[in-house]
């Protein structure tokens, strides 16, 4: 990314100078290294360079392959590189039928309801491969469903999510998980983009006490299908509370199909586990860009499941007797991995939680840790500040003890790491901070918890097979140790990364591997350095501290949102003529939203346009989408050339200094716009505390391109 030359913003976003303290190491305790996977220096070398790529041969013999593979890395058609190849295997038969015969019984899912009074269904491997079967039998008859198709979901946190999950790809069928939280809109277009003419949804869920109407949203998704010229067949619904129906809409006769019932002929029912090659798919997974469209991330099977394997086996440490709880939302990457395909490939025991980590109380998260005695314990620096903001003294309240904490999605204040560290973990965990992406499959840098200290606010290294680089803009190293932060890349590719986006082969390369190519006719992976879009300071200690995203994406509570989709969510709005979306700095959540608006002209500024505002976009994307405030403007600040300058209302939004303005087109309304805004926040007491350098930097150059 290049930013426009002007007095203030001379550097390039990345190359500037990042100073804070640097933290000190925190050893982990003494019992968690006596137990660790990796707890032998050994492993370092054998995922030394020189071992690459052949060291992935020891994730690949995590799992169980039908048909052993050739070649561990093919690169003869660049980027779209292959892992295992020649491999054959079944990603349901390796999270499932193989533990059978030594673990049925074991709970392969604990699944806690979010009302406290309803019980908690235990899942073990026995019962999960009834499930999974049966549904199994359910996709490929009743809904006609093979190899290579494509299923929507669009589930909440419940069972029925994984059971899903893993029959269709018992028989090879690719499955798009929507997040549960987006809107019927978002799910419709995400439908649409992966052609799939089933939708699977279920009645109703739980969310902070209320029985949410879910259905309502799978007739939003159809239409919104149809719009865009896609239709959707049939819509499998299943019940919150079997027997009962939970939402208001009414069920479409020839459409909508109750899955306890169209389910009845199958009971009992096993389907062989098809045999797919390593490099077919296994799921989607939608993500933000910069441009207005989600990319269809497309994973595999062997190298996603492999990579999934072996980081949930050494980063996450899970030994065949823990109890592993990911707080994540299977709707999201970190869900698929590590929820679902990392600890039951391990067969491991996953915890699942439907609701509010908070609902109905401060405790709730450490009485579900105290009653399962989970003892690896996952989630989100978001997740942590509203847990330490609602209740500060109450894990010491509950009898439980973590041996290893994950904290992923964005980057963690050192303050509220130590809290983590301190009070949740009771100094007796180990603490892995991971950095990845939805791009990604798995990890990309964290410290490995039995062999490499921990330090507050940074990721750590490269994860084992993962050599990352920071660049500057010329592609230059920024060396460790410099102070200057750059483009995080990584050298190498690696089994988890993905295959392309679905559809999109040419954005796919544009997006992740044009900027640092040396040569596009290379079939030599060294050539090839995958662009993150994520800016980072080397340590010289090898550590990376991630900065946050380089690109028009904000980072709302660790997921992303990109700026282009909440601005078009907007112009949905026949009042609306311009809208930009900005990040401002929000001590919950990282990083919030606030749209700024211009109306058309006849059309008034008021309170309700404004939340008309708000709704388009809870409409368009989903609740997690709502701005914080939208601002009704007269007119945005525009260069010359008519381009809406987001860095200043960003500096507005955040009380920082707008900079250079005399070249803008129209510079009086910067004036304007701040007394509105600020005199606004001043009012309600919504003032941010001083910037961090790195956070003053991300916004004086936010949407710098456009
Ligand atoms: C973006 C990816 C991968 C799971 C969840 C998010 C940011 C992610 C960290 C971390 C600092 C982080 C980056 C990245 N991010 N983990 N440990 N420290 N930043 O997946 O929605 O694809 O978002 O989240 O900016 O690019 P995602």
Request: proline share 6%; charged share 25%.
């Amino acid at each position: 990314m290049v930013v426009e030359k002007s007095a203030d913003f001379e550097v390039p976003e990345a190359q500037i100078a990042v100073h804070w303290r640097e933290e000190e190491y925190i050893y982990p305790p003494s019992k968690f290294i006596a137990q660790a996977n990796a707890g032998d220096p050994a492993i370092m070398k054998r995922f030394s360079e020189s071992n690459y790529p052949e060291c992935f041969k020891e994730y690949a013999d995590l799992l169980t392959w039908d048909h052993y593979w050739h070649t561990t890395l093919d690169t003869s058609n660049p980027p779209f590189w292959k892992w295992f190849v020649g491999g054959r295997l079944n990603a349901s038969y390796n999270c499932v039928d193989r533990h059978l015969a030594k673990n049925r019984n074991k709970a392969a899912l604990i699944w806690v309801p979010e009302i406290e009074t309803e019980a908690t269904q235990v899942i073990t491997y026995q019962e999960l491969h009834r499930r999974v079967n049966e549904f199994a039998a359910l996709l490929s008859d009743f809904a006609g469903l093979k190899a290579g198709d494509r299923v929507t979901f669009h589930l909440p946190m419940v069972p029925e999510l994984p059971v899903a999950m893993l029959a269709a790809a018992r028989l090879g069928i690719i499955h798009s998980e929507v997040f549960g939280g987006f809107s019927g809109n978002a799910a419709g277009e995400r439908i649409a983009d992966a052609s799939s003419h089933v939708l699977v949804t279920i009645d109703s869920y739980y969310r902070n006490g209320q029985l949410l109407d879910h259905k309502a949203k799978a007739d939003e998704a159809v239409l919104r299908a149809h719009d865009l010229g896609f239709d959707v067949e049939k819509v499998l619904v299943f019940q919150r509370h079997a027997g009962s129906y939970g939402s208001q809409t009414p069920m479409v006769a020839g459409r909508d199909f109750f899955v306890d019932e169209v389910i009845k002929p199958y009971r009992d029912q096993l389907v062989e586990p098809v045999s797919m090659p390593a490099e077919s798919p296994l799921f989607l997974m939608y993500t933000s860009g910069s441009t207005g469209k989600p990319k269809g991330c497309q994973h595999s099977t062997g190298g996603y499941l492999s990579y999934v394997a072996g980081t949930s086996k050494f980063y996450q440490d899970i030994h065949p007797e823990d109890t592993y709880w990911c707080m994540a939302d299977i709707g999201w990457i970190t869900g698929h991995s590590y929820i679902v395909y990392g600890p039951l490939a391990l067969g491991a025991t996953s915890v699942m939680y439907e609701g509010v980590p908070t609902y109905p109380d401060a405790g709730r998260t450490w009485r579900i840790a105290e009653r399962l005695g989970v003892n690896i314990f996952h989630t989100a620096p978001t997740t942590i500040r509203m847990l330490r903001k609602l209740g500060p003294d109450e894990p010491a309240k509950y009898d439980y003890h973590f041996k290893h904490m994950t904290t992923v999605g964005e980057p963690i204040e050192p303050d509220v790491w130590r809290w983590y560290y301190n009070v949740v973990g009771k100094g007796e965990a180990a603490i892995v901070d991971t950095w990845w992406q939805t791009e990604n499959g798995g990890f990309l840098g964290s410290t490995l918890p039995g062999l490499q200290p921990m330090k507050p606010g940074s990721c750590g290294p490269g994860v084992l097979g993962v050599f990352p680089v920071v660049y500057d803009e010329d592609g230059k190293v920024v060396p460790a140790g410099s102070g200057r932060a750059g483009n995080i890349c990584i050298r190498n590719p690696w089994p988890g990364i993905f295959q392309t986006i679905w559809g999109e082969p040419e954005r796919f390369v544009k997006t992740y591997y044009e900027k640092y190519n040396r040569d596009p006719n290379s079939h030599d992976w060294r050539d090839w350095p995958y662009f993150a879009g994520d800016g980072a300071v080397q340590a010289s200690d090898g550590y990376f501290r991630i900065l946050g995203r380089v690109d028009d994406v904000i980072n709302v509570a660790g997921h992303r949102l990109g700026t282009k989709e909440l601005e078009s969510a907007c112009l949905t709005l026949p009042e609306v003529a311009e809208a930009a979306a900005v990040p401002v700095i929000d001590e919950l959540r990282g990083r919030a939203v606030e749209m700024y608006i211009a109306l058309k002209t006849g059309f008034t500024a008021s309170a309700e346009m404004e939340e008309k505002v708000a709704l388009a976009i809870e409409t368009e994307i989903g609740r997690i989408a709502r701005p914080k405030n939208v601002w009704i403007v007269a007119d945005m600040p525009k260069t010359r050339s008519g381009k809406i300058m987001r860095r200043i209302i960003a500096s507005i939004s955040n009380f920082a200094d707008v900079g250079d303005i005399t070249t803008l087109a129209n510079p009086e309304i910067v004036h304007d716009i701040r007394m509105h805004v600020q005199g606004e926040k001043v009012a309600k007491g919504d003032v941010p505390r001083e910037l961090t350098n790195s956070e003053l930097e991300e916004i004086k150059s936010f949407g710098a391109e456009s």
